[in-house]
């Protein structure tokens, strides 16, 4: 996936203008509670196991975004206001949340 040509934070909402012409909206709470990150997924043992993580986007009480960064050409990571920023968003993760973004 080619990185998306423009990203703005638009109040509570991250936009993303990809090459082929589609955007992107998402809420901070959305991408929140879908970070890839193991706090918030856990972590799986070599048995399969998942440990840790946070069950459930009603823990989150975020309600705005701090800022975000380029991880090489790959990926961003975002800094909530609860003080979250281990979660590193590739271009390709982000597209796959589509779905699941329109059926809020």
């Known amino acids: 996936m080619k990185a998306p040509l423009n990203i703005q934070i638009i109040g509570n909402e ?8 589609t955007e992107d909206f998402f809420s901070a709470p959305f991408l929140r509670s ?3 990150s193991a706090e918030n997924k856990g972590e799986k043992d070599i048995f399969g196991t998942t440990h840790g993580g946070v069950q459930g986007s009603e823990d989150f009480s975020i309600t705005t975004f701090e800022k975000f960064e380029f991880i090489g050409n790959y990926a961003i990571r975002i800094d909530y206001s ?7 968003y590739s271009w390709d993760y982000l597209v796959s ?6 059926e809020q």
Do not use: C, Q, Y
């Open 34 to 36: 879908e970070s890839p």
């Open 14 to 21: 991250m936009a993303f203008s990809w090459p082929d012409g």
């Open 97 to 102: 949340l589509r779905a699941k973004n329109n």
């Open 82 to 88: 609860d003080g979250h920023r281990t979660g590193i």
